[in-house]
């Protein structure tokens, strides 16, 4: 029987953002327009003035304020209040320009041109192309490790070079139409040149530096002279609160004003609850199986096509997510920017699966499905989706491992795993997880030509071509990669009574953990 | 006196060592390691390679434990493979919470304890009695989480008259605001009372028997006095026996009551280094338990040895 379904009073970011529509051919959007639409009482004026403390999770971050070393949600939320990056991802990854004023490619999408805002660092300095530099080539240090190095890789630092004060110019070793995303990396912050240690971090961001307590708390204080207007609080104390029991009863019993991360559970006992709002952001966790190509039974692809077709995307999102989230259709990014939602959604058809089999000649097939507790809803939905292929007389057992080390096992070991991933622009994830030699690559999906289209639409820089050939990119994927992707959770976050400005957004868009934009009653 | 200081000391040391072993080889018998846990969901296994050079976990795991060892012996404990911390400067700053919430509720426990034991044991099976031990029976029927979960529902968040965690506190902020401390503390006591106040009682049932207490009682004491300067200090040295096992299992009832109330303590940095697999700062915590194991029963010991000198010191 279905659970009834919230009601998402959270803002989409479907139809772009609030105030800006969809980015046209070759142009970025400019920062989001002020006073984003309040979820609760839209129409009320922003108040000066106040104190927020927020609960994040915090166990296994490296409790330091290097942006540049930020892993975790609680890193990126920090990172966020101190500093800026260039660039920032709307809700469907659509670019938005943050200190970079403008961003320009060359014909080829090697050459990249910023001009940077009017922009001063809390200690009164300006932002300039030096700093962008210097940050640039922190995160790319060999044997760093640095997060967002990856995306960053393309950068040939020796050719790049400050034109003056305010302009930058990006050299490329190879064309990358899509770098304004890989400006947005995650922990791709601009930090003032030199910079080396952050005890008391100095960035641009909407709020300066306070106190910190590493496993403890980080106080910020808003930064008046922020470029996009100072914020209304006057201070956002992180509290680390690792259980998400204590995290939800730390807001209903009015502690912390926002709490991130909540569980299906506590959004449904709270969802009439007047003291706390929940806010959910549809489309931000993929939820998938992956099958490995390059072993049995799944180099057919009899099989894997059948895998597809047994599964009943419905009931899992109704029970594995509490139904909170929608159904996938195979493909990764359900709602972003370049998805292909023109491709029909395919259906559960046990006679056409068992057929595939046959055909196969994998009859009576048993295989064993790897999850573990390393989210909310995995280890449900491998055990009602081996329920599920019983149906068709496939025998599916599930192999529950251990969770803290879940991501490296099932990447390395067995032949279909549970898998999940947040949200990237789709060219991030086709360039991470799908491309022969991407590090990432679990599915095993090797294809020279899908590498060469890839290699092209990368040099491409009209968007809407660009579009067209994800969308057959993704049409191929569709047909016969290795993902089973069968919905999209909503990502939950509580706020307090009193509490506005908050938005439910995707995990480190633009919109999300944004504290320069809430106010308190 | 000393000699048998000497060799309890001996004993302690080589205890403690035998725990720090087992620790560091469960540890190391858990899947995955360091490096694997901070690649995350971004395994690649080049980079899980680098990680593990940069961290020193590509040495075999015995000579990593010998090099634990020998900065052991120096006062050394090491570095936290996740964040590079020395792991003394990573446990600072959570010892102060869980010292607090451990002192205060020790401190409400043991009068408590003896005032019910010695109350219910002056009219053994009376109404009285039996509503002490039924109640402390009940309390400690309840498992600590769900106990902590109902109580938060309850105080916190229908009556809203107690804060529901403890949410950015510190140990002196903790001292600083009782409020805070009500709920984690209340469930701490309703665990442990039982088996102290039992003690208490049976023992003061058993000296209030007693030839001593009798003479003492033909010669005209009574009372108080007879209570407390005659019969308690003999009914005394099994409940302070049970209350140096209280004490650890104070260690364990506290990590569930941190993570429920989010208080910042031991328990979430030893999650934490569980689940990072950051072996240096779960060894830190191992010798650390183990060092308050062995120093509080030598302690309950000595204290036995004082209150009734007649009882043979258990060695």
């Known amino acids: 029987m279905p659970l009834p379904r919230l009601t998402r009073r959270a803002v989409l970011a479907r139809a772009g953002l609030a105030g800006a529509g969809l980015a046209g051919a070759a142009t970025l959007l400019g920062a989001c327009g002020r006073g984003a639409a309040d979820s609760a009482a839209s129409g009320d004026q922003p108040r000066r003035g106040g104190d927020l403390a927020v609960a994040f999770q915090t166990g296994g971050s490296q409790e330091t304020l290097d942006p540049h070393a930020a892993s975790l949600f609680v890193d990126g939320a920090r990172g966020k209040a101190l500093f800026d990056k260039l660039v920032d991802l709307a809700g469907d990854m659509t670019p938005v320009l943050r200190l970079a004023e403008t961003l320009e490619p060359d014909d080829e999408a090697r050459v990249w041109r910023a001009t940077l805002r009017e922009a001063t660092f809390h200690d009164g300095s300006p932002v300039t192309a030096d700093d962008v530099l210097y940050s640039f080539a922190r995160i790319l240090e060999p044997d760093s490790g640095r997060r967002a190095a990856a995306q960053l890789a393309p950068l040939d630092l020796d050719a790049s070079r400050a034109v003056d004060a305010r302009t930058v110019e990006l050299v490329l070793d190879r064309p990358v139409a899509e770098f304004a995303t890989a400006l947005a990396a995650f922990g791709a912050w601009i930090v003032p040149a030199g910079s080396e240690d952050f005890t008391a971090p100095v960035g641009s961001g909407p709020f300066r530096f306070g106190s910190f307590t590493p496993g403890g708390s980080l106080v910020v204080e808003r930064f008046d002279d922020y470029w996009e207007g100072a914020p209304h609080l006057d201070t956002v104390e992180f509290v680390p609160v690792n259980e998400e029991t204590a995290r939800i009863n730390a807001l209903v019993g009015g502690q912390v004003g926002y709490a991130h991360d909540l569980s299906v559970t506590s959004a449904r006992t709270y969802a009439d609850e007047s003291r706390v709002e929940i806010l959910a952001a549809p489309g931000s966790l993929m939820h998938a199986f992956a099958m490995k190509l390059d072993r049995p039974p799944f180099d057919d692809p009899h099989v894997r096509a059948a895998f597809r077709l047994l599964a009943d995307r419905t009931e899992l999102v109704d029970t594995a997510l509490a139904g909170m989230g929608e159904v996938g259709n195979d493909l990764f990014g359900k709602g972003l920017r370049f998805y292909a939602d023109h491709l029909p959604q395919r259906e559960r058809d046990l006679d056409q699966a068992r057929d595939l089999l046959d055909r196969a000649g994998a009859d009576g097939l048993s295989v064993t499905l790897h999850t573990a507790e390393a989210g909310g809803g995995l280890v449900d939905a491998a055990a009602l989706f081996a329920e599920q292929a019983a149906q068709a007389g496939v025998d599916v057992r599930v192999e529950v491992g251990d969770a803290d080390t879940f991501w490296a096992d099932s990447f390395a070991d067995g032949a279909i795993s549970s898998y999940r991933s947040g949200v990237m622009p789709i060219a991030t994830h086709i360039g991470n997880r799908l491309l022969s030699d991407a590090s990432q690559n679990i599915t095993r999906w090797q294809d020279e030509q899908f590498d060469d289209r890839y290699a092209e639409m990368q040099r491409t820089v009209d968007d809407d071509a660009r579009g067209e050939m994800l969308g057959e990119m993704q049409q191929q994927l569709h047909e016969s990669c290795g993902l089973l992707v069968w919905g999209f959770a909503d990502w939950l976050v509580g706020t307090a009574d009193g509490v506005h400005g908050v938005q439910g957004a995707p995990p480190n868009t633009l919109e999300w953990a944004r504290f320069d934009r809430v106010w308190r009653d | ?315």
């Open chain 2, 1 to 315: 006196m000393r000699r048998y200081l000497l060799r309890r000391g001996g004993i302690g040391l080589v205890q403690i060592l035998v725990v720090a072993t087992a620790v560091f080889w469960l540890a190391e018998a858990l899947p995955g390691d360091a490096a694997v846990v901070a690649a995350g969901d971004d395994p690649d296994p080049a980079r899980i390679a680098l990680i593990r050079e940069q961290l020193g976990l590509d040495e075999p795991a015995s000579q990593r434990y010998l090099s634990w060892l020998t900065g052991l012996a120096t006062g050394d404990l090491g570095s936290s493979l996740r964040t590079g911390q020395p792991v003394t400067e990573l446990l600072a700053p959570a010892l102060g919470p869980t010292v607090v919430l451990a002192v205060v509720t020790l401190a409400v426990l043991l009068p408590l304890a003896l005032t019910l034991g010695v109350t219910a044991a002056v009219r053994a099976d009376g109404w009285y009695d039996r509503a002490v031990s039924t109640t402390t029976v009940a309390l400690n029927a309840v498992p600590e989480f769900a106990l902590a979960v109902l109580l938060v529902a309850v105080f916190a968040l229908q009556l809203g008259v107690l804060p529901a965690t403890a949410v950015g506190a510190t140990g002196s902020s903790l001292l600083a605001e009782p409020s805070l401390l009500a709920l984690p503390v209340a469930v701490l006591l309703c665990r442990s009372l039982c088996a102290l106040t039992r003690l208490v009682r049976a023992g003061m049932v058993d000296a209030l028997d007693a030839e001593y207490v009798a003479y003492a009682r033909r010669h005209g004491v009574t009372g108080g006095r007879l209570l407390l300067r005659h019969a308690l200090p003999n009914a005394l040295p099994p409940a302070v026996q049970q209350l140096a096992r209280t004490a650890d299992w104070l260690i364990g009832g506290i990590i569930v009551v941190e993570a429920v109330f989010a208080v910042p303590g031991v328990s979430s940095v030893l999650v934490t280094a569980v689940s990072t697999r950051d072996i240096p700062v779960v060894q830190a915590l191992a010798v650390l338990f183990a060092v308050v194991t062995v120093a509080v029963n030598l302690l309950a010991d000595l204290v036995c040895h004082r209150l009734a000198p007649r009882s043979a010191v258990v060695t």
